[in-house]
């Protein structure tokens, strides 16, 4: 299986609206094999296939400390958040050595299928919570870096642009 390109930010492609998925076939499957791998390779817990230029709606986790409990996860949609919400700290594999705090729903529902079609409710909380949130922010177009402030995002950009650069030489 071979490991994907993450776009980096700034990339307009992060910006793309996934579309759902509609063959749950092997396709499907080869492209969450491929996006685990990938994930696993980048130290990351969650993955996005907007962050490796697939613009549909799937998202492969382990948030697991063994990295032992891969989660795919196809046309996620939030059906249910609590009130409380919680500050943490966040990292993102198309943001490397960025992290800074966002605030997020400490629990959410959301109806999944998996890859065979099957659909149910994952009941999420604490690092599940997060983590599914931030992924689909990348199926919506957005970067947790838009939680920020405007100066903040703004030095981001600056900071990955130059590393871009220093790597393309």
């Not at 094999?33 to 296939?49: K, N, P, Q, R, V």
């Not at 109806?111 to 009941?123: F, H, P, Q, S, Y």
């Amino acid at each position: 299986m071979p490991l994907l390109t993450i776009l980096q930010y700034p990339d307009p492609r992060l910006h793309t609206v996934a579309r759902p998925v509609s063959a749950f076939d092997d396709r499907l499957r080869r492209l969450a094999a491929d996006m685990l791998e990938t994930m696993y390779d980048s130290g990351g817990i969650g993955l996005a296939a907007t962050q490796v230029d697939v613009h549909e709606r799937l998202i492969v986790m382990d948030i697991s400390e063994e990295r032992n409990q891969p989660l795919v996860v196809v046309n996620p949609e939030i059906i249910w958040t609590s009130e409380a919400r919680k500050i943490n700290e966040e990292g993102c594999l198309s943001v490397p050595g960025v992290y800074d705090r966002v605030e997020r729903f400490e629990s959410v529902h959301v109806r999944v299928w998996d890859l065979e079609g099957n659909a149910r409710t994952l009941e999420a909380q604490d690092v599940m919570a997060i983590c599914i949130q931030h992924e689909m922010d990348h199926l919506l177009g957005k970067v947790f870096v838009e939680y920020l402030s405007l100066l903040k995002r703004d030095r981001i950009k600056k900071k990955m642009r130059k590393a871009q650069r220093e790597d393309a030489h």
